[in-house]
Every structure is written in C-alpha cells, then in structure tokens.
C-alpha cells in the first residue's frame, strides 16, 4: 500500500479498534476471561465477584455468589480444601485457620448455599508475595477458576 490510502485503512483500522475497546492482546484476554467465567456459572452456578487484596495485602479475599445451589455446593464443603494459585510462580496459598475462629472460609455441613448470595474465602498472603494487577487461580476440588486478576 502507499501513500494516502494505507493512511486512511491505518486510521481506519485505529477507529475501529477505538470503537470495539480494543485491538490489542488485552481486548483478547478479556473477551476469553468473559468466556471463561460464563463457563464457570453454567458449570459451577456461581458467578466470581472479585480477587481482592485485604488486611495490608496479608490476605487475599476470593468473592463469589451463588446461581444455583447445587451446582454451587461444592464450593462449601468443608472436606474440600481451597488453595489460591500464583500464576506467574506456581506458589499455592491455603486459608488460614485460627484457632479461636476456625477456616477463614464460609461452609455449609447440611445445607446448600443460598441462590443470590455472596459468600468469601481468605487465602494468606505471606510476605506479601501476591500483588495487585497479577493473575491468580482458584481451586477447590474439581473447580477451578483461572485468569482472575488481583484487584
């Protein structure tokens, strides 16, 4: 292409991009991060609300809430021991469990979680090790959900 008119199909394209949110790997790993928990409600019945940094960055709080009961139940069973995986090193992360106060985590022994409600998780962030802005994983038994940036 030359002159002018390479001009205008590059402006054209930089429009388009402007209008759609994006071009670039970003607008692409979003579009896939949107796939992916539309894939985690259908087959978990939950929908991730968030991967926050809590307590000075001590901790790390995973949010979540409920579609369907069932679906969801696994996510509350005390036999299933969650973990927060670091992308970036593979490092795991547990919830911690005092002694007074028990897993820093919301269970269910004979009932199912509530539909509409938002339910958390604390995983320990020792010395700080994950920060805002990285991807992380979570896992609790069979669910996984990959590619949650850190807020």
């Avoid at 292409?1 to 790997?25: H, I, K, Q, T, W």
């Avoid at 005092?98 to 998780?121: C, D, F, H």
Wanted: hydrophobic share 40%.
């Amino acid at each position: 292409m030359s002159g002018r008119r390479g001009n205008y199909l590059l402006a054209a394209f930089a429009l388009a991009c402007l209008l759609v949110g994006g071009c670039g790997p970003k607008a692409v790993k979003d579009n896939g991060h949107k796939a992916a928990k539309a894939l985690i409600e259908e087959r978990w019945g939950v929908v991730v609300e968030g991967l926050r940094l809590v307590a000075a960055g001590y901790m790390v709080d995973f949010r979540y809430r409920v579609m369907d009961p069932e679906k969801a139940a696994l996510l509350q069973d005390p036999r299933e021991r969650p973990y927060l995986i670091d992308e970036a090193t593979g490092r795991a992360f547990a919830v911690p469990r005092p002694a007074k106060v028990g897993e820093l985590r919301q269970t269910a022994y004979n009932s199912l979680p509530g539909k509409g409600k938002t339910y958390s998780i604390f995983f320990a962030n020792p010395g700080r090790a994950v920060k805002k802005g990285e991807r992380a994983s979570v896992v609790i038994g069979g669910f996984t959900a990959e590619g949650l940036i850190i807020e």
